[in-house]
């Protein structure tokens, strides 16, 4: 599912679409920057998919009479929280009512709340690095998502891992910039100097999120229980948070976040002139740029309707999400984070070389070194993982 989501998503943003025949003087021609829009109807297609998948999980269940109930969803509910952490030791017995912020928003509708909004912000700024970057090099970087996942786990919740993983770290990182840095600089007209470095720093904050929501989420499973949450549950309610917040941004005037961003940079570059920090702050900018009242949506419905293979591309693309994310999530319940990403990472090596064969991206030799010292990295982490398993059993036997 994966692959071809991948395949799609190159696809969707590097695509110039046309109305009629490319050569046709009379037809339009455009690209598909709906990124919020993309992530939208794959919020929604992944919502109905893990409710379908939990009811029919479900319908044999002789407990689950209601239907919040059949989807696991009443535990999100202040008091069904609290029962679940005092049946677990999580809260004093004697505490029976929640306080403060949970008497509203149960602990773990917060975290949902959290994890979705960087989900969605990660995922935004996923596409938009895709029009400074190839896919390949966002491909190989996003396989460095060991490094967050470790250095989030350790800041945000105090864990301690064996040697070899920061072992693991060390390649990884040092063979994604060797990808990233020695590649040939672009040739597209359309994409400015520096854009290498705009897309690296877009990459960079989208994997600190990512490894944010993956120890967020080993933090959910180990507080309230997989017999209590389980993965899909968890897919299901941060789809359904993720769509509300993109609908609210799809309700936005379009261009609104360019709007606010030119007029915030000329205003930091009047504070500071006439520094030369200035003339970086307000470089590019011949003016304010002005604000559209049209909603995003409405422009991205447009574009769809004028390009009905996009809007194939875009259901494809959906779809595609939605059946890998229930693989994902049952993943991420029965194993965690750092098990997933092993798994997704050597998933990952076969996107890269898919996308490489089908759309012919040319790598040079030393950025192969790179992909090479990567995976060695990655060969290193699923060995030590397959000799743990290995003791374990073995220990269990005896």
């Known amino acids: 599912m994966f692959l071809m989501w991948g395949l799609l998503q190159e696809k969707i943003t590097s695509t110039v679409y046309s109305t009629g025949d490319p050569l046709d003087p009379f037809a339009v021609h455009e690209r598909f920057e709906y990124g919020v829009l993309l992530n939208a109807v794959q919020a929604f297609f992944s919502c109905t998919t893990a409710s ?3 009811l029919l999980r479900s319908r044999h269940s002789q407990n689950s009479t209601s239907l919040l109930a059949r989807l696991g969803l009443d535990v999100l509910t202040p008091r069904g929280c609290q029962r679940v952490l005092i049946a677990r030791g999580k809260r004093p017995a004697s505490a029976r009512e929640p306080t403060g912020l949970s008497r509203y928003i149960s602990p773990l509708a917060q975290k949902y709340l959290l994890i979705s909004a960087m989900q969605s912000t990660g995922s935004w700024l996923s596409i938009v690095s895709l029009r400074f970057l190839s896919f390949p090099a966002i491909t190989l970087a996003k396989s460095s998502k060991l490094v967050p996942v470790l250095l989030m786990n350790v800041l945000l919740y105090r864990r301690k891992f064996a040697a070899y993983k920061y072992v693991v770290v060390f390649l990884v990182t040092i063979g994604v910039y060797m990808f990233m840095a020695l590649g040939k600089p672009s040739s597209k007209k359309h994409t400015p100097s520096g854009s290498g470095h705009i897309g690296m720093f877009l990459l960079a904050i989208h994997l600190l999120l990512d490894g944010a929501i993956n120890s967020t989420q080993d933090d959910v499973f180990a507080t309230f229980g997989t017999e209590i949450v389980t993965g899909t549950q968890m897919m299901l309610v941060m789809n359904a948070i993720s769509a509300s917040y993109m609908t609210l941004a799809l309700l936005l005037p379009d261009g609104l976040g360019p709007f606010i961003m030119s007029h915030v940079r000329l205003a930091l570059a009047s504070l500071v002139h006439p520094h030369w920090i ?4 307000a470089g590019g900018l011949a003016g304010p740029t002005p604000l559209s009242l049209t909603p995003q949506i409405v422009g991205g419905a447009q574009f769809l309707l004028r390009h009905p293979d996009a809007a194939r591309d875009v259901a494809l693309y959906a779809l595609a999400g939605a059946g890998g994310q229930i693989a994902i ?4 319940e029965r194993f965690g984070s750092l098990t997933l990403v092993s798994i997704t990472v050597t998933r990952k090596l076969f996107t890269m070389l898919l996308s490489i064969l089908v ?5 040079r030799s030393l950025q192969w070194v790179g992909v ?8 290193i982490e699923l060995r030590e993982k397959q000799r743990q398993s290995a003791a374990a059993r073995a220990a269990k036997s005896q």
């Open 359 to 363: 759309y012919q991206h040319h790598l």
């Open 372 to 379: 090479a010292i990567v995976f060695a990295g990655l060969f």
């Open 52 to 54: 379908v998948y939990l």
């Open 329 to 332: 999530f049952e993943t991420l």
């Open 278 to 281: 200035a003339s970086v702050l």
